[in-house]
């Protein structure tokens, strides 16, 4: 039987030249093409060549963030595998003009440019509005736990002493071994100031691991107290344990805004928040500051359903043709299929239930749920048909009315007419298809940097990565090619 043969290895190959590696309308070609263009459009910021002769040249800023953005765009975000596609990958060679950077150069630029990363995924957005991909007319926001780069064990002020009491004895326990327990004030002074270069005992020089621990140890018991938190991660302070549905794992709250034109991300933001309960007046002021204006409607589930910043979101930002409509999906409460109904009488100032009794005003301004507002004490409960369905209290019935009250119950009738539900149920359709596609990239570690504004940075590569892939299904490649030649990439 016949197969087709492989080329023999020893037989010389031709190649015209390095363009012929990858054909004409790969995506690779993409991603050149946009780094180039905001590059070269803001020589400013990215000219950081040294001034002085003397040792080698560095590589360009350009040449990392190609790498940085093919290797998120194709779910490869370790360093030492980048350095790895620079030399085999022929994609990668053709991008970087065949530069080999080492995993080193790779990763200190990721940790230490966060600034040109976030400029880069900007620019983008900025195309995306102005070419109208991203439009503002309606978006969705949600937000999703990612694991932190940092296992599960974490520290509370208990584990911390403990541990201090535990590392004590051993300092005891070395210095009564060189026979010195009796000095050992004057041995610690020494060690401080003694010349680290010269020989030290092998005691000794436990001793000043366990001291670093020591500091190590009291800065997160500070932190701690300070903050009033009841754990913290040794590698990753910044990380909170947050629940998930893998359980409690120490993360950070990632925060996207996508727009429903063409499910483009027009923003994304990192938090340390657990819950989505405060981020909308965050994320509609991080849109605004990211392209400039607020979208007309913004959509979001019943984890970010705080009516008090709705209220003054609403009130506040203003949009082309007028206010921004705020969309959240409703906590489903027993309450709300109860037969019983409850009206307010303005001028009594008092509630009268469906069964005919009244509720009259016994408290003002009580805090409830991060709002304030006036309770209502039932007083002709007793002997009422429908108590046991209406209360379990002894004093009857109680109904809150917030301070406002009036607004809120205008914003949940919107929420429950049919256009309420009809903009609260697309959102799963927009939203979700982000968040796949991006944990997809991620894989089994889904951060490799730690802190707020690193993994911001990680979370922005990831994000800009997303949009291109979007643009590249959904535009063809002459007219997108065009385009980003044709924009203006320069800051005004």
């Not at 082309?320 to 303005?346: A, N, W």
């Not at 039932?378 to 009250?405: A, D, F, M, W």
Request: hydrophobic share 30%.
């Amino acid at each position: 039987m016949n197969y087709i043969k492989p080329l023999d290895r020893n037989q010389y190959q031709l190649m015209s030249c390095l363009d012929d590696l990858v054909s004409p309308n790969h995506p690779v070609r993409i991603i050149d093409k946009v780094i180039d263009s905001i590059v070269s459009s803001n020589k400013e910021r990215f000219e950081k060549q040294r001034q002085t002769e003397v040792g080698r040249p560095k590589y360009h800023d350009s040449v990392k963030l190609k790498l940085f953005l093919y290797g998120y765009f194709n779910g490869i975000s370790s360093s030492r595998k980048l350095e790895v596609e620079t030399q085999r990958n022929k994609e990668v060679i053709w991008l970087l003009g065949g530069l080999t950077p080492d995993h080193w150069t790779i990763s200190n630029y990721r940790k230490e440019q966060a600034d040109d990363i976030k400029f880069v995924t900007k620019k983008l957005r900025e195309f995306l509005k102005d070419n109208g991909y991203i439009k503002l007319k309606t978006i969705a926001i949600d937000g999703s736990k990612v694991k932190a780069y940092t296992n599960r064990d974490m520290l509370t002020v208990e584990k911390i002493d403990a541990k201090l009491e535990g590392i004590d004895k051993k300092i005891e326990e070395y210095l009564s071994q060189i026979g010195e327990s009796d000095r050992r004030d004057e041995v610690i002074d020494e060690l401080e100031s003694s010349d680290q270069s010269g020989e030290i005992s092998k005691y000794l020089d436990k001793i000043v691991q366990l001291q670093k621990q020591v500091e190590e140890l009291q800065k997160h018991k500070e932190t701690l107290e300070k903050e009033g938190r009841k754990y913290i991660s040794p590698a990753d302070p910044e990380a909170r344990l947050m629940k998930s549905r893998d359980g409690k794992i120490p993360a950070y709250n990632v925060q996207i805004a996508v727009d429903t034109e063409n499910k483009m991300i027009a923003d994304s933001e990192v938090v340390t928040d657990e819950t989505d309960l405060k981020m909308l007046p965050k994320m509609i002021e991080s849109i605004k500051e990211e392209l400039g204006e607020v979208p007309e409607e913004a959509i979001a589930d019943r984890g970010y359903n705080n009516p008090d910043l709705i209220e003054a979101i609403e009130k506040k930002e203003s949009t082309e043709g007028g206010t921004i409509k705020l969309y959240t999906s409703q906590e489903k409460t027993i309450r709300d299929k109860e037969e019983i109904t409850f009206k307010y009488d303005e001028q009594k100032d008092e509630y009268e239930c469906s069964e005919g009794k009244r509720l009259v005003l016994s408290a003002r301004n009580k805090k409830r749920r991060n709002s304030f507002a006036n309770v209502y004490q039932g007083i002709e409960c007793e002997g009422c048909p429908v108590r046991s369905k209406c209360t379990k209290s002894k004093r009857g019935r109680i109904v809150h009315r917030y301070l406002n009250q009036k607004w809120r119950d205008e914003y949940k009738a919107k929420m429950q007419s049919k256009l309420g539900k009809e903009k609260t149920a697309i959102r799963k359709t927009i939203v979700e298809h982000p968040f796949g596609t991006i944990k997809y990239l991620m894989g089994k570690i889904p951060l490799l940097l730690r802190g707020v504004k690193k993994v911001s940075t990680e979370i922005n590569l990831y994000t800009t990565s997303y949009n291109l892939k979007r643009l590249i299904n959904i535009e063809s490649y002459a007219d997108l090619f065009e385009k980003i030649t044709n924009y203006e990439w320069k800051t005004a």
